[in-house]
């Protein structure tokens, strides 16, 4: 069984019992330039491995994508139309989204940020 998390594992995705578990690396970007989103089929646990990041968030509510990609499960938003909220992800921290959440990971407020991080996406049906 390969090791999931840690420095020395390699970045790549993996799926045990329908839990698929992503690590990447990834340079922050302004908010403005990420695109809100949500998923309808997954819970995301977003953990930092290394590195600092924004992530911007909101409850959908009433709001409506404006791109939806179904067999991605991505659901894009607006920006303009959403009052979002943000927090500071540093390495050890984890945050979870759930479909009613719409985020907006891997910003920053001043200089870009390399991050490596953990997206483990769990299906809702597993709950």
């Excluded at 019992?17 to 809100?36: H, L």
């Excluded at 907006?104 to 001043?110: N, R």
Aim: hydrophobic letters at 35%; charged letters at 25%.
């Amino acid at each position: 069984m390969p090791v999931l998390i840690g420095d020395k594992h390699q970045d790549g995705q993996l799926e045990i019992d329908g839990i698929v578990y992503k690590t990447f690396t990834a340079d922050t970007v302004t908010a403005e330039n990420r695109r809100p989103e949500t998923h309808k089929k997954f819970i995301d646990v977003q953990y930092v491995i290394t590195g600092n990041e924004w992530i911007e968030f909101a409850v959908r509510g009433g709001s409506v994508p404006q791109e939806v990609n179904p067999l991605q499960d991505n659901y894009f938003y607006q920006r303009e139309s959403l009052s979002l909220n943000d927090m500071l992800l540093r390495a050890g921290d984890y945050v979870i989204f759930f479909p009613w959440d719409i985020h907006a990971p891997l910003c920053h407020k001043q200089d870009p940020q390399r991050v490596r991080k953990m997206v483990v996406k769990v299906p809702l049906e597993t709950l």
